[in-house]
Nanobody
Framework: VQLQASGGGLVQAGGSLRLSCAASGRTFKTNVMGWFRQAPGKEREFVGY??????SYADSVKDRFSVSIDNAKNTVYLQMTSLKSEDTAVYYC????????????????WGQGTLVTVSS
């Protein structure tokens, strides 16, 4: 599975941005698609994931971010609203052929990351 993330950029605090992650390859074997982020000097952290029975989010983004998937386009999206300066990070999409989850090691495939910068 190959993943290509896009859509990052500079946005003002309070604004919105939508990230995309296009998947190719053995996408039919993918069970869970996730989003993580990594701020400078920090570890990569869970943002949200989507699987067949719904989505789950980190408390820090719940009610502001949402993950959706377009199976026809093999693309997963991360809609971000009410952005804050602390959301500034490189955002990564990830795919799991197993059960996925909230940890980096739950995912076997990763995209290259896209930078989101929120100015205050």
């Amino acid at each position: 599975v190959q993943l290509q993330a896009s859509g990052g950029g500079l946005v003002q605090a309070g604004g919105s941005l939508r990230l995309s992650c296009a998947a190719s390859g053995r996408t039919f074997k993918t069970n869970v698609m996730g989003w993580f982020r990594q701020a400078p000097g920090k570890e990569r952290e869970f943002v949200g994931y989507i699987r067949w029975n719904g989505a789950s989010y980190a408390d820090s983004v719940k009610d502001r971010f949402s993950v959706s998937i377009d199976n026809a386009k093999n693309t997963v999206y991360l809609q971000m609203t009410s952005l804050k300066s602390e959301d500034t990070a490189v955002y990564y999409c990830a795919a799991s052929l197993r059960n996925g989850g909230r940890w980096v090691n739950d995912y076997e495939y990763w995209g290259q990351g896209t930078l989101v910068t929120v100015s205050s």
